[in-house]
């Protein structure tokens, strides 16, 4: 039995090596990559593609490329890589012809590759390591926004709203404080629009309707100092919006430019094109292939009458490059369409896949990415990219105009206001609450004080009867 039972540990120790043995081989021997890289006129900052004649290899650089090899550090095994070019262009081939070579020539892709779910139909992506999101860039242009109402908007409809109820309720509180002196009986000084218009009376007009006492003396101070503030805010908010320069894009969203017959541009190869063509319902006569920054600098110059275009719609992170060197003169517009951002293509079912997927998260969460990041975009904000230049930053957003007052940037000064004059009202109308006091006090007296008087009249009763007894 001994011996059985020995045999038995000898073999499931034999077969336990025999399993892990080639994981551990194959842990300490070189994994060989076919790479490709797309190979494109434009944006050298996320993949630059360089042949090297002499040694008759590609040189690639780049934030992509840069990203890869940070991965390549972090993994558990030795990767050696054979890197191909292939030309994107208009002619040769898209993106998604790229993606297509897998794997019957190239084992990964290496590059500014957008995650699609028609891609993952050929390829398994690992996770993302940009931003999403697809935008527009339009032209800004100077200019005042003017309109017939224009002299409504440095203050929100609520403010506007609080303002009126505000005015009505210290015209009645005044009203009610003053109702001996002031002939209100008649329906038209009791209305809605009297009650609204007497404290503006009595702070415009003071000697047609003087009143006369000192609580709503206060009240009206009080209303006036609210006044002051709201009048002073809106001058100031007023001015603002009718001398200050704002800048406005060109085109607010991309029906503008579908319903105008403008021109649209869009990275050559890029996905983009499927997008205004089918989502956005684009006609593929006014759409126009656009290879790199300088190009999109001068399409959306010459504008769509000079042969150019009328907006560049691209993804966020060739858009945020893109104003970092011309932000001065353009803007973001409109929605942003999702996207899944870059990420690298595997063969489907590769476990290489999860391995980079592993040290995409690693790198992302050290400081190498803000260094890749640094090194090609500049300096790093807590959120993306921060533009080297101060008028960049400014031209991304879509309006730089002032935004209206609203009710919340005067809600102390409201609640200030409504506490003083209900103060006020309570000790002006002394008569109102005399009233329920008296009612007390005869209640207390009718059963407190006149059952201890029962009560005393009843025990001497009581002795004269004993006594009679």
Wanted: with cysteine; aromatic share 12%; net charge neutral.
């Amino acid at each position: 039995m001994a011996n059985n039972k020995s045999l038995s540990y000898l073999v499931a120790w034999l077969v336990i090596m025999f399993l892990v043995a080639p994981s551990t081989a194959s842990m300490e021997e070189t994994v060989k990559l076919r790479v490709g890289v797309p190979k494109k006129e434009g944006f050298p900052e996320f993949v630059n593609v360089i042949l090297d004649e002499d040694e008759h290899k590609y040189n690639v650089t780049g934030y992509c490329m840069d990203v890869f090899n940070a991965v390549l550090t972090i993994l558990p095994f030795k990767v050696s890589l054979q890197i191909e070019a292939y030309d994107v262009n208009e002619s040769t081939g898209t993106y998604d012809a790229l993606v297509q070579q897998i794997p019957q020539k190239y084992d990964v892709m290496v590059g500014d590759i957008t995650i699609l779910a028609k891609r993952s139909k050929f390829v398994d992506f690992t996770l993302p390591y940009t931003e999403s999101g697809v935008q527009m860039v339009v032209a800004a242009r100077q200019g005042r926004e003017q309109s017939m109402w224009t002299f409504v908007k440095p203050f929100s409809w609520d403010l506007w709203l609080s303002i009126v109820v505000m005015s009505m309720f210290i015209g009645s509180v005044i009203l009610i404080m003053e109702r001996n002196k002031q002939e209100v009986a008649n329906s038209q000084q009791l209305s809605p629009i009297y009650f609204l218009w007497f404290p503006i009376s009595q702070a415009v007009l003071p000697e047609r309707e003087g009143v006369a006492k000192k609580c709503s003396r206060f009240v009206l101070m009080v209303w006036l100092l609210l006044a002051f503030v709201l009048m002073q805010s809106y001058t100031a908010s007023l001015t603002t919006m009718m001398t200050v320069e704002q800048l406005q894009p060109s085109f607010l969203n991309v029906d503008d430019l579908r319903t105008g017959d403008y021109y649209v541009g869009y990275q050559t190869g890029s996905f983009v094109y499927d997008l205004l063509l089918h989502k956005l319902k684009f006609n593929a006569s006014k759409l126009k292939a656009i290879g790199s920054i300088s190009q999109y600098h001068q399409a959306l110059k010459n504008g769509s009458r000079g042969g150019g275009v009328s907006a560049i719609v691209d993804e966020l992170p060739y858009l945020k490059l893109f104003l970092q060197k011309y932000g001065s003169n353009y803007m973001i517009s409109g929605p942003t369409y999702r996207a899944a951002g870059f990420g690298f293509a595997f063969a489907r079912n590769s476990n290489l896949t999860t391995a980079f997927s592993r040290g995409i998260l690693e790198v992302s969460e050290s400081d190498k990415m803000d260094n890749i990041k640094a090194k090609y975009f500049g300096k790093i904000m807590n959120n993306g990219w921060q533009y080297q230049s101060d008028s960049s930053t400014t031209s991304s957003s879509s309006s730089s105009s002032p935004s209206s007052l609203t009710f919340h940037s005067f809600s102390g000064l409201f609640l200030i206001t409504g506490i003083a004059t209900l103060l006020a009202l309570f000790v002006s109308e002394t008569v109102i609450w005399r009233t329920p006091i008296s009612m007390a006090k005869a209640y207390s007296r009718r059963y407190l004080f006149c059952t201890s008087s029962t009560s005393a009249q009843t025990h001497p009763t009581t002795d004269d009867d004993s006594i009679g007894k």
